[in-house]
């Protein structure tokens, strides 16, 4: 299927995107090409892979392998010129690179040459990417799926190209986004995943998060130094969730500036040292850090302070770092009077309705004000987003066109790093996979059209079944609109799912299933249909699963849950239990015969 069309929309903002100067390039026709893959003699890694990645896509397009030569070997004879070579830079001055910001891409035609670079090393890897996707219609929907289409004869247009994303931080927390191949082609780059040198690298942010513990660990210094930490009605806590530090405490702030430091040395790849509150609540009670959420009106006005003072030494010592703290729960309110270091990244949570969005309802009005604080305060906002039922990873989530208002609303309003968390534990979650392609998609280029690329994505991923696979996207579409629905975090689906929306969902699946033309497309159907069959397993009065079919129905969706390795209902720390709630539904409803 070729989505080539839906590819050539103008760039956005930094982009520029001449016409045709007159005929287009034929790079291959009739089996044959004139044309070589050239690379600079000596180069990073990442631009020898960017080289093989684009040989390979351009045989399976037009059934020619370019050869993959160095400048000295190439000759005169038209190329694709990827990396920084002589060539290339005869081909793109200098001063349009230099205009490119983090991870920006440049293609340009000079002659009958082609030149792909970017503005790191990430750059010029995404650079291929976006001439496959934008300008030859390959699709990289999911681990599992490609859409490479066949071109005889296959031309370029004579582009003059150049593009840099909004977000410099994109990631998404779905399990199938870490393997390094595919977080490269939909040009993910955050902590979870597994790209190295060869595809650019990541940014690493460490800790992940809720960092206090590790800062200042209670079992290291509790027993004799109860006043590091958080004083809870009258009472000191070493708790790691629902406790935190006593940041108005000096020898607090030298062992954790101690400790942050320690870090960067021993793993100088880390980005970004994360300096932020533990989970739950458990702020300090003591008069010191009272007296100063007072003077600031915020919470957060003891962590900020805290986490500048770090910065501040950090800054001195390892200029070019980062240090990352949460504005999260109790404290995403911004203080009153101070301001984050420019070497400071807030990582404002998401606390807005999963299905109507930050600027939809007024359950995300609080979160939008705060934003809108946020952002004219500090250097560098990133956006950690929630997007799954984390009590339910397969619960039916009305929130897609949520998502794509949201990545929208946080590219117009500033944000420049942005992680969607959602079932990063295992593979498998409710429609994860259209959902990790919508937010890489967004969040590469915000201003694209999400139901296109919706329909993209169900026209490569379920082939005939597509048609059916967007009436039930359409179905949840209808079910988010309700105005009195809300959601957010983990809550019981029973209260968002209606019995009729799982009537319907299972008609449409089960008719889509019957439409695919082959096993795997079944199967990816199939994963579908574990939502509405979770739903009635878990709860089959209220979805009408009749005792005589509830055994036959546990048996398939157990099946088809270990086929795919979906191993988590929801979120948890002490291993898999996908197992356990097969037990327990088997005890309710028996074993298949």
């Known amino acids: ?33 004139p044309y070589r893959i050239v690379v600079p003699e000596r180069s990073h890694p ?23 030569l160095r400048e000295s070997e190439a000759g005169a004879g038209p190329a694709l010129l990827v990396g920084p070579s002589r060539r290339a830079g005869k081909a793109v001055p200098a001063a349009a690179l230099a205009g490119l910001k983090e991870d920006g891409v440049l293609i340009r035609a000079a002659g009958d040459d082609v030149a792909l670079l970017g503005q790191n090393a990430r750059g010029q890897l995404y650079s291929v990417y976006v001439l496959l996707e934008r300008f030859l219609g390959v699709r990289f929907l999911a681990r599992d799926c490609t ?30 986004s870490f393997e390094s191949v595919i977080a490269a082609r939909q040009r993910l780059n955050g902590a979870y995943t597994r790209c190295d040198e060869t595809v650019g690298g990541r940014i690493i942010i460490h800790p992940y998060g809720h ?8 079992d290291q210094y509790f027993q ?30 030298r062992i954790a500036t101690a400790q942050v430091l320690q870090w960067i040395e021993q793993r100088p790849e880390v980005s970004i040292p994360d300096v932020s509150q533990n989970d739950g609540e458990g702020t300090c009670e003591c008069d010191q850090c009272l007296a100063v959420v007072k003077e600031e009106d915020s919470q957060h006005g003891p962590i900020l302070r805290f986490v500048n003072a770090i910065a501040e030494v950090v800054a001195q010592k390892h200029p070019g770092k980062w240090i990352e703290t949460l504005a999260y729960a109790y404290s995403i309110r911004p203080p009153a009077l101070t301001r984050p270091r420019d070497n400071v990244i807030i990582r404002l949570c998401h606390a807005g309705c999963y299905f109507h969005g930050v600027d939809g309802c007024e359950a995300g009005a609080n979160f939008a004000a705060c934003l809108d604080r946020w952002r004219r305060l500090a250097a560098r906002l990133f956006i950690w987003h929630y997007a799954t039922n984390f009590h339910h990873y397969l619960a039916p989530n009305p929130n897609l066109d949520a ?15 942005l992680m969607v968390q959602a079932n990063y534990q295992c593979p498998g979650g409710e429609l994860a996979e259209l959902r990790q392609y919508l937010a890489s998609q ?16 169900c026209g490569g991923y379920y082939g005939p079944a597509a048609g059916d696979v967007l009436d039930y996207l359409a179905l949840m579409d209808r079910a988010a609109r309700s105005p009195d629905v809300h959601a957010s975090g983990a809550w019981d689906p029973q209260r968002t799912v209606a019995p009729e929306f799982v009537a319907e969902g299972l008609q449409i699946l089960t008719r889509a299933r019957a439409r695919a033309d082959t096993s795997e497309i079944a199967n990816r159907v199939s994963r579908g249909l574990l939502s509405l069959w979770y739903m009635q397993l878990a709860y089959p009065d209220r979805y009408g699963l009749a005792a005589p079919d509830s055994a036959r129905l546990l048996h398939e969706f157990k099946a088809v ?9 929801g979120e948890g720390f002490s291993g898999e239990n996908m197992p356990r709630w097969l037990a327990q539904a088997e005890a309710r409803c028996g074993k298949a015969p």
Not at 2 to 15: E, G, M, N, Q
Not at 561 to 569: D, E, K, L, S, Y
Request: aromatic share 10%; proline share 9%; charged share 20%.
């Open 1 to 33: 299927m070729d989505y080539s069309a839906s590819a050539s929309r103008t760039p956005r903002r930094s982009a520029s995107a001449g016409g045709a100067a007159g005929p287009t390039l034929t790079i291959a026709a009739n089996g044959d090409s």
């Open 403 to 417: 998502l794509a208002a949201d990545i929208k609303y946080y590219a117009a309003h500033g944000v420049r790093g």
């Open 147 to 176: 859409v490479v289409p066949r071109r005889d004869p296959l031309t370029l247009p004579r582009m003059d190209y150049a593009y840099s994303p909004p977000f410099i931080y994109r990631e998404t927390l779905y399990y199938d």
């Open 442 to 457: 967004l969040m590469w280029d915000p201003d694209r059209d999400p139901a296109t690329i919706r329909l993209e994505f």
């Open 46 to 68: 990442v631009v020898a892979h960017a080289a093989r990645e684009l040989q390979s896509f351009l045989a399976q397009i037009s059934g020619v392998a370019l050869p993959i």
């Open 211 to 218: 960092s206090f513990a590790q800062l200042v660990p209670p």
């Open 561 to 569: 849950a270990q086929a795919n390795q979906v191993n988590f209902i």
């Open 224 to 253: 004799d130094h109860p006043e590091y930490f958080s004083l809870l009605s009258g009472r000191r806590t070493n708790a790691t969730v629902h406790g935190q530090l006593c940041l108005s405490n000096p020898d607090v702030l």
